[in-house]
């Protein structure tokens, strides 16, 4: 972005136009940064009166100072003291009232001799440190711009498009890449719904004018958005703009702005914290569902909502949609109650504000209601994905006959299961006639006989361990037990087979 007083559009015709710079700008471009590259060691001050002379000679000079304050985030600037500044003005201060006062050119120097004596160094060392921090005395000591002077072009579009965004009230886009447009709106915590027009799906982002106030964290939020619209190889933006209390329309498409060869600031991951919270809770746990950040839009009416997340069951094809439903206002809060009336055929689990106290609304609309205050508590949303399980199990087994013969010797409940593409708990209750159970090992009797043949009491039991390896056996506690062993256990040492009393 650039700042407010560089803003350059053209309201002609009523419209709102920012007035983009194109090829023949070139030249002023690579100026403005050869400018900055040859003053690399000057102080800031030089560099300044060059820019001003480039501003006097141009037809435009806001554009000059476009390029330079693009330019500028691309320079270092140091300080070049002999001494730290704040403390020669300290010092010098004091000198000049021990000597009675600076009322002459004689005072100063007097002040100046008397402070060098304090500190150990030379007059003319006082004199340049004195104010060596402000910033027309600090010095270029580098530049090393990522952009060349196309690229500054391109650089300079994109920021004075975010600039008009700035005061946007409503945004309405479509792009070539809609999830990566939609991902970026929910994480930068923009509200939004997405129609289905004659021209495809839009997304509209809405303001915080039409709400309540302007805020910076949205005006920056329509200007971070835009970068990510401008990366798709295809897409248009029509813009509501409160110009000082006129209201306008701006449009732009992938013909006037575009992202330079640059990597672009990192965004974040989750639009709210609740999210990123509970998402990260949520992987560490060890479930049969699969967490699917952001799934595919589902249609409510001609508008289409996104959730924040989907429960897919690994064991079949079964997804669950999951919204967190925090604090909007309530005219947001309508909008996303009205996308939920008119949702068919699809499982939702909301989790919603308490403050908000529409739960029972959405329970009325025929989904999941679970209530939290600050962060979603695990226990419910796990609770409510057990009960879908139980009824996903109960129909795999279903399925299944009362009797499984595996064709492997050595297999276990959980491999059974992956193999008929069930949960564990669908086959925990079946018959397996061809193997032995030993817990949640299957094992054919006559791969137990081969066992039991070369297992004896006194051996140790990781020699044990080993012969139950090379058969395929990981489960030693249940086989050992079921053959008859006991392990005793002798300190650090290990442990050694026993034949149970």
Excluded: C
């Excluded at 003319?124 to 104010?131: G, H, K, P, V």
């Amino acid at each position: 972005m650039l700042t407010k007083d560089l803003l350059r559009v053209s309201r002609r015709g009523g419209g709102y136009r920012p007035q983009f710079v194109d090829s023949s700008r070139r030249p002023l471009a690579a100026t403005v940064l050869g400018t900055y590259a040859d003053h690399v060691g000057e102080r800031r001050e030089a560099l300044t009166t060059a820019l001003s002379n480039l501003e006097a000679d141009a037809d435009d000079f806001k554009l000059v100072r476009g390029f330079a304050a693009l330019a500028d985030r691309e320079a270092t600037f140091e300080t070049d003291a002999a001494l730290p500044p704040e403390r020669a003005r300290r010092v010098v201060f004091e000198s000049a009232e021990a000597v009675g006062g600076v009322a002459d050119d004689d005072d100063r120097t007097a002040a100046l001799d008397t402070a060098a004596d304090r500190l150990g160094v030379e007059s003319d060392e006082i004199e340049t440190s004195l104010y060596a921090d402000r910033d027309v005395n600090q010095r270029l000591a580098a530049f090393d711009s990522r952009w060349s002077p196309d690229e500054l072009l391109s650089q300079y579009n994109l920021s004075l498009a975010q600039t008009a965004l700035f005061d946007a009230t409503e945004v309405r886009v479509r792009s070539s890449d809609p999830k990566a447009l939609v991902s970026t709106v929910k994480r930068l915590r923009l509200m939004y719904e997405i129609r289905k027009t004659d021209e495809g799906r839009e997304v509209v982002v809405t303001g915080p004018d039409s709400l309540f106030r302007r805020t910076r964290r949205y005006g920056t939020g329509f200007a971070r958005l835009l970068r990510t619209v401008a990366k798709s190889s295809d897409w248009s933006l029509t813009a509501t703009i409160d110009d000082r209390g006129t209201e306008r329309e701006m449009t732009l498409t992938n013909e006037d702005v575009s992202v330079p060869g640059v990597e672009p600031v990192a965004e974040p991951t989750y639009d709210s914290g609740v999210e990123s919270d509970f998402a990260a809770r949520f992987s560490a746990l060890d479930l049969d569902w699969d967490l699917v950040r952001e799934p595919e839009p589902l249609e409510t009416g001609y508008r289409v909502m996104i959730p924040d997340f989907a429960f897919d069951y690994r064991h079949s094809e079964f997804r669950i949609y999951f919204e967190i439903m925090g604090f909007w206002t309530p005219e947001y809060v309508e909008k996303k109650l009205s996308q939920l009336a008119e949702l068919e055929a699809v499982d939702m689990v909301v989790a919603v504000d308490e403050s908000l106290g529409v739960g029972e609304e959405i329970r009325a609309r025929d989904h999941r209601a679970i209530p939290y205050s600050g962060s979603v508590r695990l226990k419910d949303v796990v609770d409510v994905l057990r009960e879908y399980e139980a009824d996903l199990v109960a129909v795999a087994a279903d399925g299944l006959p009362d009797e499984l013969t595996p064709a492997a010797d050595v297999t276990t409940l959980d491999a059974v299961a992956a193999e008929l593409g069930v949960g564990v708990d669908a086959v925990e209750n079946r018959v397996f006639p061809e193997h032995e159970r030993l817990g949640r090992t299957l094992v054919r009797p006559a791969v137990l006989d081969e066992v039991r043949a070369e297992l004896d009491a006194g051996m140790s039991l990781s020699a044990a361990e080993a012969t139950l390896d090379e058969h395929g056996i990981d489960d030693a506690s249940a086989v050992l037990s079921a053959l008859g062993y006991r392990v005793e256990w002798e300190g650090l040492s290990g442990g050694t087979l026993r034949q149970k009393a």
